[in-house]
């Protein structure tokens, strides 16, 4: 007998997948202009458009009133965290499941990152603020993982409620929204990046936005040595004294590339969303699964769909059945836990005294060790990610759900 013939596998990926004529011709006015640095060119009265622009329709894309073009994710979360003035001797909570740059970025300011549970929707567990506050915890780090909203009312309101700053790192979800407003405008300061997997990508690429003056100015000196150039002053006047800062200032050909990609995200969200609707309704109410919680369904992106087994031993054969059926089904997206990081292993900084965890007796102390964790153990060990790209057809969401639906028919144990 010929083995079932199952269609070919889809092409996963979102921004990149969009690339186009669009954002060739953002870069070539760059590079015909023979200006590739933002601050300034040939005419010195007129500086650069591009990384301006894109800050512009940035701004106005997500509803906030500043937006600061950075290098990256990585780069835009130091940058946040340093116009709070977060360093030595400050705690930042923050999601034990969240991507490595959320961890690093606290300990590169010289704070301590203090790991959270998720919950099921694998975003922060806003009951997880009153349990780990102290008298140093600063702020809360909220990532809102691959395109579904945290809920923000409930954190934003218990952090708050605290003095605590709330940063979003909404790296993986430009587009989102929570309540009928973009994500990135629940916060104090929200960063996001253009890292070739994201929503929108450059290769490498990042932003700060937000609307307090102060935090604005701080964070462009944070990203500019220091500096406060005029393009920035005529936005905000400057008020703050210059600091000791970092250099992570995005050129223009990134901010050319990142512009055309911007003016596609609600396309790209559009298609992944009407993808998933084709998929979700036929997946719900199957005995030993079930599908990824979501606090606000009408603001996911929907680029990716998580299924939970009851148990975990169930996953791996599972994941085998629908790669087989050449569904793309990503075991992990990349994420694991930081309590598993070597860097959390070890507690070490580039240099001994620069360790938040220096003065730490034993270590792993708890709080950074698997065992004190059993919600996120649990949760990350019982998802199958099944992501929808731009390059998707509905014939390819249709596809999924029926394997899903054959795979379980099959049996789960
Ligand atoms: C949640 C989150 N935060 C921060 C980053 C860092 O962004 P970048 O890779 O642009 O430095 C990423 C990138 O993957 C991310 O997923």
């Known amino acids: 007998m010929n083995p079932p013939a199952y269609p070919p596998r889809p092409l996963p990926g979102l921004g990149f997948q969009a690339i186009g004529a669009e954002e060739e011709a953002l870069v070539l006015e760059v590079l015909r202009r023979k200006e590739p640095f933002r601050y300034y060119g040939s005419d010195p009265a007129k500086p650069p458009p591009m990384a301006a622009q894109l800050e512009q329709e940035f701004r106005q894309y997500i509803g906030t009133d500043y937006a600061l073009a950075v290098t990256s994710g990585t780069a835009a979360l130091e940058v946040a965290l340093a116009a709070c003035g977060i360093g030595p001797g400050d705690e930042v909570i923050l999601t034990a499941w969240s991507w490595i740059a959320c961890f690093t970025s606290i300990v590169r300011v010289g704070a301590r990152p203090v790991l959270a549970e998720i919950d099921a929707s694998l975003n922060l567990d806003p009951r997880e603020i009153a349990r780990l506050a102290t008298p140093r915890t600063r702020a809360v780090l909220v990532i809102h ?40 405008t629940w916060s104090d300061i929200a960063t996001y990046s253009f890292q070739y997997s994201k929503v929108a990508t450059s290769g490498e690429g990042g932003m700060v936005v937000t609307r307090d003056r102060r935090l604005y ?140 965890f220096r003065d730490f007796k034993e270590w792993p102390a708890p709080g950074y060790r698997a065992e004190d964790f059993p919600r996120t153990e649990d949760l990350t060990k019982r998802f199958i990610a099944l992501p929808i790209g731009w390059r998707y057809t509905p014939a390819d969401a249709d596809h999924i759900a029926d394997s899903v639906l054959a795979v379980h028919r099959e049996g789960l144990g």
């Open 217 to 356: 100015e701080r964070a462009v000196r944070m990203s500019d040595l220091g500096n406060y150039r005029p393009v920035h002053a005529a936005q905000v006047p400057p008020q703050e004294p210059a600091f000791v800062g970092g250099q992570f200032r995005m050129s223009e050909l990134t901010a050319a590339v990142a512009l055309a990609q911007l003016r596609k995200v609600d396309r790209i969200r559009d298609h992944c969303r009407a993808l998933q609707a084709r998929i979700v309704p036929r997946l719900q109410g199957l005995a030993g699964l079930q599908l990824r919680p979501v606090a606000d369904p009408a603001g996911d992106i929907g680029f990716e769909l998580y299924l939970f087994l009851d148990r975990p031993e169930w996953v791996a054969p599972f994941r085998a059945k629908l790669d087989a059926r050449n569904v793309n089904c990503g075991q992990r997206t990349g994420t694991y836990p930081q309590y598993n990081r070597d860097y959390v292993k070890t507690g070490l900084a580039h240099a001994p005294a620069a360790s938040p």
């Open 145 to 184: 993982y691959q395109g579904v909203p945290a809920a923000m009312e409930p954190i934003e309101l218990e952090a708050h409620r605290r003095g605590l700053y709330v940063i979003e790192d909404c790296a993986q979800s430009l587009g989102a929204r929570y309540r009928g407003r973009h994500i990135g």
